[in-house]
C-alpha cells in the first residue's frame, strides 16, 4: 500500500484505509463509528427497530465488541444493553453470501434480552425479515447503511464524513437505481464534463453506475440529455488535494493519459481550491442519436421513473427506463 506519493505534501488515506478493504475492516469501521458517535448509534438502532432514547445514560451502558469468540464462531459484531437488547451483526463484501450463519449464532444470543436482532449487512439491496424463535432476523445492506447517514445531520461530523468516503471509496456497492442524471447549465462545469470526463458536485455519497447530464435550454445548443458516461471511480475532496490522489486514480484506469486528463479537470477554472466536492472520473461517453428530454405537464405523477421540470438531487433512474426513452429502440 503506498501510504504517500513522492512530491506531494500528505497522504490521501484516513485511519479507515488502513484497515484494509476486506470484510474485517469495514466491520471494524462501522463498530468504531457507532462507538464514537451517540447519534450515529442510536441512529442505527432506530433504523432495526430498537426503540431506546439517545441519551449519555443509554449510551454510557452500551457494550460494541468486535470479533467474539464463542463456541459457535466468531461473530463480526454485537451491541448490548444489558438486557435491553442483543444485536449480532455479520458483515459481507463483494460476492460474499450467507448459508450457515442463519441459523450458526441463534444459541449465542442473551436469553434475557429482548429484542434480539440477528443482522447480516450486504453488498446486495434485501430487506427481507425474519423471525426464528424469539430472534429477529434482519437483511440489509451497506448502501442503506450510506443512505441512513448522508444527511445534514450526519455528514458535518468528520467522522462520519471519513467513514462514507471509506466506504463508498473500498467497496463497489451494487446500485439498484443505476443512472444518475443532473442538470448541467454553468459553462465551467460543461466543460470539465465534455473535456476532462468528470462531474463535480456539492459533496454526497452513494454509487451510482452511470451519469447521464441533462443539458439545460441555452447552455448548449441541444436541450436535453446527449451523452451517458460510465462512473469508473468516485472521490470526495478539496480540488488543491488531486495530485495526492493520482494512486487512487490510477486504481480506476490503465490509461495514464486519462489518470493527468482526470486531474487537469478536477484543476479546471478553480477558485475554491478549499472546498470540499464530489467528483465522478468517467469513462468515454456514449453519446445519443437525438437527445432527452424531461416529461411535460404538471399533472400528478409526471416524470414517474424518469425526469420532469424540476431534476431533485441525487435524482436516479434504472437502465430500462432510460432505454425506454431512447426513440430508437422504443
Known amino acids: 500500500m503506498i501510504i504517500k506519493n513522492e512530491e506531494t505534501v500528505k497522504t490521501s488515506l484516513s485511519y479507515f484505509d488502513l484497515l484494509g478493504s476486506n470484510e474485517t475492516a469495514i466491520a471494524k469501521a462501522f463498530s468504531f463509528l457507532i462507538a464514537s458517535d451517540k447519534d450515529c448509534y442510536f441512529e442505527f438502532l432506530s433504523f432495526l427497530g430498537v426503540k431506546q432514547s439517545n441519551n449519555e445514560k443509554n449510551f454510557f451502558s452500551v457494550e460494541i465488541i468486535t470479533e467474539k469468540d464463542r463456541n459457535e464462531g466468531r461473530t463480526d459484531i454485537e451491541l448490548s444493553n444489558k438486557n435491553d437488547y442483543h444485536i449480532i451483526i455479520e458483515c459481507k463484501v463483494n460476492n460474499g453470501k450467507v448459508f450457515n450463519q442463519r441459523t450458526q449464532y441463534l444459541t449465542s444470543f442473551n436469553q434475557a434480552s429482548k429484542p434480539k436482532i440477528?443482522?447480516?449487512?450486504t453488498q446486495e439491496r434485501d430487506t427481507n425479515k425474519q423471525l426464528q424463535n424469539d430472534i429477529q432476523i434482519i437483511n440489509t445492506s451497506w448502501l442503506d447503511i450510506i443512505e441512513l447517514y448522508n444527511?445534514?445531520?450526519?455528514?458535518?461530523?468528520k467522522i462520519v464524513s471519513t467513514?462514507?468516503?471509506?466506504?463508498?471509496?473500498?467497496?463497489?456497492?451494487?446500485?439498484?437505481?443505476?443512472?444518475?442524471?443532473?442538470?448541467?447549465k454553468d459553462k465551467t462545469e460543461i466543460e470539465r464534463f465534455?473535456?476532462?470526463?468528470v462531474y463535480r458536485r456539492?459533496?454526497?455519497?452513494?454509487?451510482?453506475?452511470?451519469?447521464?447530464?441533462y443539458f439545460t435550454r441555452g447552455a448548449t445548443s441541444q436541450e436535453g440529455i446527449t451523452n451517458l458516461s460510465k462512473i469508473v471511480g468516485i472521490l470526495t475532496l478539496t480540488p488543491n488535494d488531486i495530485d495526492t490522489f493520482r494512486s487512487d486514480l490510477e486504481a480506476f484506469t490503465d490509461d495514464k493519459n486519462q489518470v493527468d486528463n482526470w486531474i487537469n479537470g478536477v484543476k479546471h477554472g478553480n477558485d475554491v481550491n478549499n472546498i470540499t466536492f464530489t467528483y465522478y472520473f468517467l469513462d468515454r461517453p456514449l453519446?445519443?442519436?437525438s437527445p432527452l428530454r424531461k416529461s411535460q405537464g404538471n399533472e400528478k405523477g409526471t416524470g414517474k421513473?424518469?425526469?420532469?421540470?424540476?431534476?431533485?438531487?441525487n435524482r436516479c433512474v434504472s437502465f430500462i427506463d432510460f432505454i425506454n426513452h431512447i426513440p430508437e429502440l422504443s
Do not use: H
Open 202 to 213: 456539492d459533496q454526497t455519497f452513494g454509487t451510482p453506475i452511470y451519469f447521464a447530464p
Open 305 to 313: 421513473g424518469w425526469i420532469s421540470k424540476f431534476i431533485p438531487k
Open 194 to 197: 465534455q473535456n476532462f470526463g
Open 287 to 289: 453519446v445519443l442519436k
Open 163 to 184: 467513514f462514507l468516503k471509506f466506504a463508498t471509496k473500498n467497496y463497489k456497492m451494487r446500485e439498484i437505481k443505476e443512472i444518475l442524471i443532473q442538470d448541467l
Open 118 to 121: 440477528l443482522c447480516f449487512l
Open 151 to 157: 444527511n445534514k445531520k450526519f455528514t458535518n461530523k
